[in-house]
């Protein structure tokens, strides 16, 4: 049984087509794990400022002597 130049290529394609598809789908999930935690960062920010804006900070009188 010999191996061709033409099985070597068509392997060689589907390895590539492979790689290309695997690649696409890795970005894929790395854009929505970013887009997570954007979104939670988000979140967690706003209920922050809500909750310290119920808050009465401390109050810092200034005398001029």
């Known amino acids: ?3 061709s130049r033409d099985d070597l290529e068509a392997k060689l394609h589907d390895i590539g087509t492979a790689i ?3 690649k696409q789908q890795a970005q894929t999930t790395g854009v929505m794990i ?3 935690v954007v979104v939670m960062i ?3 920010y706003l209920l ?3 909750r310290g804006g119920k808050a009465k900070g401390a109050r810092i009188e ?4």
């Not at 200034?62 to 002597?65: C, G, I, K, M, S």
């Open 1 to 3: 049984m010999a191996i």
């Open 20 to 22: 290309d598809e695997t």
């Open 62 to 65: 200034v005398f001029r002597l």
């Open 48 to 50: 922050g400022r809500r």
């Open 34 to 36: 970013a887009a997570g």
């Open 42 to 44: 988000g979140l967690v």
